[in-house]
């Protein structure tokens, strides 16, 4: 009786959820040598655990104008784990939720190849459903169409 209430507890400590508190703040990002849009998220753990953050990257979404996408690509390097009190910010595209960016040309002045993002031009409103949270509607415009002014 007794192994079986250990076990029963055990198992009611490793396998119960628990919430996940958090302030989250999501800002637009500008470069002149953007592919697509990028914003930051600056996400400070307000739990009293340690939160695993490749894990609530992954079951991350956008909503971008009334339509939902879910995480396609992660690229995460760090510490994967943000203690009580920490606060984390992360810079992501749009490409990495909406996919269909195309490849373009290499950049002598960038070092890199362009991408050419499916995002059309024009203004959009970006939601993130981050951890059990969703920011506040970010309204962006968008002007893919131009090259850059240096290439």
Known sequence: ???RLIL????????TPYAIGGDLEVSPVFSNAQDAPQFAIDFTNTSKRSIELPKLITESSIVLD?????LS????GGNANLKPGDTWTYIFSLDAY??????GSFSKPLKRWRWKTSIKSGKHTLVLNFSDQQSTPISFVWEGEQPLLYE
């Open 66 to 70: 009334g339509k939902e996408y879910p």
């Open 98 to 103: 909406v996919l269909g960016a195309q490849k």
């Open 8 to 15: 029963t507890m055990v198992f009611f400590f490793v396998h």
């Open 73 to 76: 690509a992660l690229k995460f």
């Open 1 to 3: 009786m007794r192994i």
